[in-house]
Structure formats: C-alpha cells, structure tokens
C-alpha cells in the first residue's frame, strides 16, 4: 500500500515526553477523504492512554481525538465533502457497517469492534491508528464530519469528544424542561455538558471539587453549584433525575446515588482507571439505576455539531503550539485548565 509520511506527535514510553515523530498515512482509497488538521483538542483520554493508565496501550502513540481541519484531497467517490471543505473526525473511523449497532448509527458499540482514531488495530492499512496530533489524516467520507458554517474552528474541536460524549447521554436519559440534572466534575466534559443540558431546557446543578470553578459554573450556565467537599452543602440539596459523572479519577459514586430521587440515573462517562465500588442498599432503595455511555455514534455526532451550532455553543480553550503539548498534560493531570486545551497545529508544521 501506498503511504505519505507526515510529522505527528507522540511517545514511545508512558514516562516519555511527546515529541516530534513521523508516521504514515495510506494513499487515499476511492471513498477516503484527505484532511489537513488545523486544531486538534487534548481530552483527558489522550492522557489516560499516552500513560497507560487502562493498560493496553501500544507504543508508538500519537494520540487526538477532536479533529478539525480542511479538506485537501478527496477519493474518486467520494460524494460528500469537496476540496476546501472544512471537516471533521472524533473518536470513530471505521466500524463494521453491518451489525444491528452499525445499521442504527450506534457504531461505538459495534459488534466486531470499531476502529479509534488513534491507538486501535488498523484494519486497513495494518499496525495500530495515529490520531489528531499530526500534520493531516485520511479517513473514510462516511466517518468525516461537517463543521456547521461561522463555527469558529478551534473552540468547535472539543465538540468531537467532549461534546458528543455528553450530548448522548443527555439526550438518551431525557435531559430538558422538567429535569434536574446534576453534572459532577467541571473539565473538558463537564463544562460542555453544563452548556448543553442547559441548551436542551434541564435545570442544572454542578458538583465540583474546585473552588475556583465554583463562580465560572454560574457563567458556564449552572442554576445551582455545590462544592463537594462541603459535607454541609451536598447535605443540604435537593434529589436530581439523573447526574452525569464526568470524574477522570477515583471517588465515592455512593455520595451521588444518594442526591438521585426515585427511578433516578447516575451515567458514568469519566474513566477512571480504578473501580467504583456501588453499595447495593443505594440503589435498591430508590429504585436507582447505576449506568455507562460511550462517546456516540456518527449521525449523532453530526447532530451535536448541528446542535452546539443553532446554540452558539462552543467549548472555552486555551489554545497553544504543539511544544507546549507536555506541560499542557501535566496542567491537565491536575485539573488546571479552563476547560479544554486545543493544539493549533499550524505550529506542527512550522516546526522543525
Ligand atoms: P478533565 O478535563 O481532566 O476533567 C475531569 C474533572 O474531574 C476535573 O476537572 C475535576 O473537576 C474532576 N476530578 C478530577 N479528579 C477528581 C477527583 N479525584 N475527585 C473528584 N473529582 C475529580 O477530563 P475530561 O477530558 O473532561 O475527561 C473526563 C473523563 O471522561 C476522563 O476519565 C476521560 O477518559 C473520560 N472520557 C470518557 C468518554 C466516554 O466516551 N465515556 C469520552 C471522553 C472522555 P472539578 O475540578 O470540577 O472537581
Ligand atoms: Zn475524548
Ligand atoms: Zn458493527
């Protein structure tokens, strides 16, 4: 097969700093679309998998997820995007198309496995995928998304993760008027998922650790915010329908059961590497339901980007160059960014 060799970003060793590397990328196959990528996010994911914190990571890793970027060359069949178009790519870039999942638009949950952007077996050109921290991308026309017009491109990236990762949950458990709906945790999720549940009429109510975020969430579009670590506080509020935990780290799920009313959902999306232990007596009084979401499928990631659009809703970024990618995991390690770290990677290509 054909390849185009291309500088990226990435490591070797969990303990190795990212660093300027080169990877290919396949010639383009009649229905794959060639992107340029302009900006790519930093997702608490990409931390989590460049150190191993799940296990299973396969090195070299060139991690990013929230692509977005311009399209430069496009297959002999591809019908969907032309030369100049502005596009882009989350977590999916191939699934198997056939399964009952594929076939409803849930390909996260594809029979047979889907193929991530970065760090997963790549069932086309072999080895492993390379994802967003690098010059360009080739993925099939079906697994490319439209960046709604005037949606300004590098605060729309974290849209690809962040965005859809929240939006789907929120909408599967009936987030809207005449929801109280809890956010624990206010990162790259966590503010996304404040600005949307808001967008889709829910009262919100936020959970956080941090002090310091405690105003940002009222701007953010909380109703109600309550610092966690104040015994006094989480005593005080009221029971939710359901809370979306967007947490990267360990913490007692038990606290949060407990804020649920009857027939109430506590979805994880956060993936901390350890266990949460659930005490059943939690869930069996109240009816309670303890759940999980993935990302979301392709259709409806479309329709997040369609709808953070009609909303104005974009994520708030501080934007840097691809040498600042380290020190920007270790802010993000220790929660210190407000709220998603966007990477222009112009700067990839002026770079030596
Ligand atoms: P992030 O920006 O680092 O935000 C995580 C937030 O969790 C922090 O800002 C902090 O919020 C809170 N937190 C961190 N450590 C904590 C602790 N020990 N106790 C309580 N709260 C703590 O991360 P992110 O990019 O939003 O990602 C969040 C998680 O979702 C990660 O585990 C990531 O891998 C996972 N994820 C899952 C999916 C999926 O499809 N399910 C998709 C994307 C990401 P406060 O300061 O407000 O307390
Ligand atoms: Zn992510
Ligand atoms: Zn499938």
Redesign the pocket.
């Known amino acids: 097969m054909k390849t185009k060799n291309i500088k990226a970003y990435g490591t070797e060793a969990a303990n190795w700093p990212l660093h300027s590397m080169k990877i290919n990328r396949r010639e383009l196959n009649h229905h794959d679309v060639e992107i340029e990528i302009l900006y790519c996010g930093i ?3 990409d931390l ?1 998998a460049i150190r191993n914190e799940w296990g299973g990571t396969t090195y070299p890793i060139v991690p990013g997820h929230e692509i977005v970027g311009k399209v430069t060359k496009v297959g002999n069949h591809v019908a969907k995007f032309k030369i100049g178009d502005y596009a882009a790519v989350g977590c999916i870039v191939d699934s198997c198309r056939e399964c009952e999942y594929c076939k409803e638009g849930e390909e996260q949950f594809c029979e047979s496995g889907w193929t991530v952007v970065f760090n997963s077996p790549d069932k086309q050109s072999g080895g492993q995928t390379y994802g967003g921290f690098s010059e360009s991308i080739v993925v099939e026309e079906n697994y490319v998304l439209h960046i709604p017009e005037k949606m300004d491109l590098a605060s729309a990236a974290p849209i690809l ?2 965005g859809i ?1 929240v939006y789907s949950p929120l909408k599967h458990w009936n987030a809207g008027p005449g929801k109280k709906v809890g956010i624990l ?6 503010h996304m998922a404040i600005k949307i549940a808001k967008a889709l009429g829910a009262q919100v109510v936020v959970f ?3 002090l310091s ?1 405690v105003e940002d969430a009222k701007r953010l579009g909380a109703d109600e915010v309550v610092l966690s670590t104040d015994a006094e506080q989480m005593k005080k509020q009221s029971k939710l329908d359901m809370i979306l935990d ?6 007692n799920v038990n606290d949060y059961l407990n804020l649920l009313k009857v027939d109430g959902s506590l979805v994880i ?4 590497a350890d266990q949460l232990p659930v005490g059943a007596f939690n869930l069996i009084n109240g009816r309670k339901s303890f759940s999980g ?3 979301g499928g392709i259709a409806e990631t479309q329709e997040v980007l369609d709808f953070c659009a009609e909303h104005n809703i974009t994520a708030d970024i501080e934007l840097i160059d691809v040498h600042q990618i380290n020190e920007a995991f270790e802010r ?1 390690a220790k ?1 210190d ?1 407000k ?1 998603r770290f966007v990477i222009d990677m112009a700067s990839l290509r002026k770079s030596q």
């Open positions: 997702c608490h994911s989590h993760c962040a990762t945790g206010i990162g790259g999720l966590g956080t650790t941090s975020k967007t947490v990267s780290a360990k913490h999306v956060g993936l901390p979401s993935n990302i993000l929660g960014v709220y």
